[in-house]
DNA sequence: GTTAGCACTCTGGTAGGGAGAGTGCTAACT
DNA sequence: AGTTAGCACTCTCCCTACCAGAGTGCTAAC
């Protein structure tokens, strides 16, 4: 919508270019509507205020820009973030001293899936001073990697699985007869050598062809089924766990000065199915996608802005790194931060699924 | 300090103790400050005004109720939040019908900790309209009941230590030599006859025991080792994590309609040490106990209650349910509620720990 | 095309006034 | 002695009025 208005009103000169950013910059800085005074004062235009005002009208005009009321300076609109967001995505890369800085921040840490999950949420949320969000790397279809079975009692276990990328599932299983640890422990030797690296398809077609007659069929048989829902049930979920941190940050900024906006922000991130849907465009995209404001599909989020970058292999396991702020966001910042350690994230997929 | 006031001008006689119960649940119930007249219109104390206005005057005396100013109703001090729950804890049994609703609900789901502990914090603040804290039932000192290590490449591998609780801790174990998962199965083998049912202790003087000249006795040790840090860092931890739910309840409440109030509390959620230290003493109390305003020790919460139930055996296992809201909380609802919780998660903690 | 000048508009803060709610006191009542 | 009616008083809240300040938009000159 924004593009279309900005179209019909010819394209942007490199003033009102230079001109609609020092507005955006200037106001993402200090959350106060911005006059042209203050930008012929603060920037060195190079033109007195009333040309300012005549090009500021010019801006508002293409939709660009906006008026809280008449006597007040301008304040971007979400087609303004938008044309600014466009026009410097392709080149924000982090400061060296930066990216140095996140690198050894996680080479600290274990390379493990969860820390490093955790870890981009809050180097993030720390570097963009908004909230940080990163989902789990979430593999096309999950492999097993190990399964282990702990006797609870001589009628249940617990049924431990070891998915390829690190994530660990647990179920309880009951046993139709009472069986011991050591019963429990060859099956499950019996089961490794059965699910060892294969998706749910996979076993499903083993499972079939086991013998019935073998000893423990029945209890292999259980256990392979239950397997088999772990499996589905993770397959399924488009979200596994998000990781959020910094959500202080956000609490902190003016727009939300009243808790209610907060509030339905929250309310929207709770929702798994929306989450989901998002991560899914985003990886599909491939690319640092930002979403500002109404741009957003959520009712709830139309007062905030999301930059989120995919993460992982196509087709193998992804996930999405993100930022989430008032559209009055620090988009440079933001963007160059969550292109960088999606990139970082990427090794860890890199690593784990070879 | 509430009661010093209190016994210096005697003790409230049984109208005076009707009209502060009066005013606390009219406040309670509204949030807006409670006039002499609001209280004989809508209770029916048998008194006039005036004469309430007299008892009101008295209460004030007794630093049991305030005025935001001259002309306006009163409000309950947190000495006065304190005189009731004192008068009330003993006796707030939960509605027969929500107790068979929550247990219908706990049944639903798997018999597993983690889940009962989201079921917990959310049960808690559905029921409360505040929002819902619990924290894990923590042993006294971990015990392993079975330990895995799965192979990631020649030279890695990860640890699984699943506790006898049901936790599942993860590690990383850097291999001397490169070792293929038939080496890691038998050497997982063995350690799982060392450390089953045992403490970091035990399975220390165990190790110290090992023949050095066994197969795998380097991987043996260096395992063990790993497994004894994993054990420690876990014994270590206070509250190895808050499950908490509603916090969007506590948004919706007007005394947090400004969003700066809310960010502290939430602050202090974050603080680990203060949530251990607060468990510790709930746990040692054995009794639900309640934090009302300035009665808790954090500063950023000198403006909520917190009301809280330990559960599980001293010794064994401890863990606490809870409920965080404003000082005008629905405290008879809040202690039932919380009580009963902590009823349900003992059956847990018996289960889990025979 | 740019700029100085100026009238105009709107906010934000402050002051004043009236309605309403509620108190605290006094004097009368039981 | 405790209770109550009556009433003056106080304070908030809301509305209005007003002013200073900031910023615009227009016009006419450069």
């Known amino acids: 919508m924004a593009r279309r208005i900005r179209r019909s009103s010819g394209p942007l000169d490199l003033r009102a270019q230079a001109i609609l950013r020092a507005v955006i910059e200037e106001y993402v800085t200090t959350a106060i509507p911005v006059g042209s005074q203050a930008l012929v004062d603060r920037y060195h235009l190079g033109v007195s205020s009333a040309t300012v005002r005549n090009i500021l009208a010019e801006l508002e005009l293409a939709g660009l820009l906006d008026h ?5 300076g301008r304040i971007p609109t979400d087609a303004g973030y938008r044309w600014y ?30 820390h490093w999950f955790r870890l981009a949420a809050s180097t993030i949320a720390s570097l963009t001073h908004a909230a940080g969000l990163a989902t789990a790397a979430k593999p096309a279809a999950a492999r097993v990697r190990r399964v282990d079975l702990v006797s609870l009692n001589d009628r249940m276990a617990s049924l431990v699985v070891v998915l390829r990328e690190g994530a660990i599932k647990q179920a309880l299983v009951s046993l139709a ?3 011991g640890q050591a019963d429990l422990t060859s ?6 050598e059965l699910v060892d690296g294969a998706t749910a398809d996979i076993i499903e077609t083993r499972l079939a062809r086991l013998d019935p007659a073998s000893p423990h069929a029945q209890l292999l048989a259980q256990v392979g089924e239950r397997i088999l829902r772990v499996l589905r049930d993770y397959d399924r979920t488009a ?16 727009e939300f000065a009243h808790s209610e906006k907060l509030r339905r922000v929250f309310t929207a991130l709770e929702n798994r199915a929306y989450l989901g849907q998002l991560v899914g465009s985003v990886a599909e995209s491939g690319r640092v996608t930002v979403y ?4 957003n599909e959520a009712p709830d989020m139309r007062e905030v802005a999301l930059v989120l970058a995919p993460y992982g292999r196509p087709g193998i396991a992804v996930g999405v790194v993100g930022v989430l702020g008032p559209t009055r966001l620090a988009y440079p910042e933001a963007i160059g931060t969550v292109r960088f350690v999606s990139g970082l994230m990427n090794e860890l997929v890199d690593h784990l699924y070879h």
Chains 1, 2 share one sequence.
């Open 68 to 72: 809280p009321h008449t006597s007040a």
């Open 85 to 114: 967001v466009e026009s410097i995505i392709d080149a924000t890369p982090l400061p060296q001293v930066e990216q140095l800085m996140i690198r050894h921040q996680f080479g600290q840490v274990e390379f493990a899936s969860e």
């Open 177 to 179: 007869t009472p069986e």
């Open 187 to 192: 099956v499950a030797a019996m089961l490794n």
């Open 239 to 254: 979200v596994e766990e998000v990781f959020s941190d910094g959500l202080l940050n956000v609490m902190g900024a003016p």
């Open 292 to 295: 500002i404001g109404e741009e």
